[in-house]
C-alpha cells in the first residue's frame, strides 16, 4: 500500500463521463443458444470468441444440456484451427438471457423447449440443422455456415459500434 492520506470515492461523486465510459466499456455479451448446448451452440461460441469485435465475447447455452460436447464437436473445431469452449455444456439461466446483448438460437427451440422468457427478448433464429445426426460432411456443412454466419454478425457488430460512436458527442 502507498503511503499517504486514503482516498473514499463514492460512486455518487464520480463524474458521469466517467460513469458512462465504465458501462461502455464492460463486456457485451453474444449468447449463442440451442437446446443440448453440444454442437452448434458451442461451435458458435469458439469462433466468436476466437476474434471478437473490441468490447465484445460470447457464451453458451443450452435449455437441455447434454452431459458433454457432441464427441464430433472438437475435432471438427479444430480442423479449422478452434478448441472446445472450456466449459461443459451449460444450462440456459435467466441472468444469461438479460445480460446478452445478443441473442442467437440455432433454429433448435420449439415451444416445449424455449423458456417463456427467451421469447419475449429480441432475439436471431438462425435455423441450422443439428449435426449430430449428419455424416461428417454434413457436420462440416452447419459448421462452415456457421462460420460464415459468425463473420458477418462480428462485421454487424462492429459497424453498428462505429455508427455510435460516430453519433456520439465529443467530450
Same mark, same amino acid.
Given at each position: 500500500?502507498?503511503?499517504?492520506?486514503?482516498?473514499?470515492?463514492?460512486?455518487? /461523486?464520480?463524474?458521469?463521463?466517467?460513469?458512462?465510459?465504465?458501462?461502455?466499456? =464492460?463486456?457485451?455479451?453474444?449468447?449463442?443458444?440451442?437446446?443440448?448446448? #453440444?454442437?452448434? +451452440?458451442?461451435?458458435? *461460441?469458439?469462433?466468436?470468441? #476466437?476474434?471478437?469485435?473490441?468490447?465484445?465475447?460470447?457464451? +453458451? =447455452?443450452?435449455? &437441455?444440456?447434454?452431459?458433454?460436447?457432441?464427441?464430433?464437436?472438437?475435432?471438427?473445431?479444430? *480442423?479449422?484451427?478452434? !478448441?472446445?469452449? !472450456?466449459?461443459?455444456?451449460?444450462?440456459?439461466?435467466?441472468?444469461?438471457?438479460?445480460? #446478452?446483448?445478443?441473442?442467437?438460437?440455432?433454429?433448435?427451440?420449439? @415451444?416445449? +423447449?424455449?423458456?417463456? &422468457?427467451?421469447?419475449?427478448?429480441?432475439?436471431? /433464429?438462425?435455423?441450422?440443422?443439428?449435426?449430430?445426426?449428419?455424416? @461428417?460432411?454434413?457436420?462440416?456443412?452447419?459448421?462452415?455456415?456457421?462460420?460464415?454466419?459468425?463473420?458477418?454478425?462480428?462485421?454487424?457488430?462492429?459497424?453498428? /459500434?462505429?455508427?455510435?460512436?460516430?453519433?456520439?458527442? =465529443? #467530450?
Amino acid at each position: 500500500m502507498l503511503p499517504g492520506p486514503r482516498l473514499r470515492v463514492r460512486p455518487d /461523486d464520480l463524474p458521469t463521463r466517467l460513469l458512462r465510459r465504465l458501462l461502455l466499456t =464492460a463486456p457485451r455479451v453474444a449468447l449463442f443458444i440451442c437446446v443440448e448446448n #453440444a454442437c452448434r +451452440s458451442l461451435m458458435a *461460441e469458439a469462433m466468436f470468441n #476466437a476474434d471478437p469485435p473490441p468490447g465484445w465475447t460470447a457464451v +453458451s =447455452a443450452g435449455t &437441455q444440456p447434454a452431459a458433454g460436447p457432441n464427441p464430433r464437436t472438437g475435432p471438427m473445431l479444430a *480442423e479449422i484451427g478452434l !478448441a472446445l469452449p !472450456a466449459h461443459p455444456p451449460q444450462i440456459l439461466t435467466p441472468e444469461m438471457m438479460q445480460g #446478452a446483448r445478443e441473442r442467437v438460437t440455432m433454429g433448435c427451440l420449439d @415451444d416445449a +423447449s424455449c423458456p417463456a &422468457q427467451l421469447k419475449g427478448l429480441d432475439l436471431r /433464429d438462425w435455423g441450422l440443422p443439428d449435426p449430430a445426426g449428419l455424416d @461428417d460432411a454434413g457436420f462440416r456443412r452447419v459448421r462452415d455456415d456457421l462460420r460464415g454466419r459468425i463473420a458477418g454478425l462480428r462485421r454487424e457488430l462492429v459497424l453498428a /459500434d462505429r455508427r455510435r460512436a460516430a453519433l456520439r458527442p =465529443a #467530450a
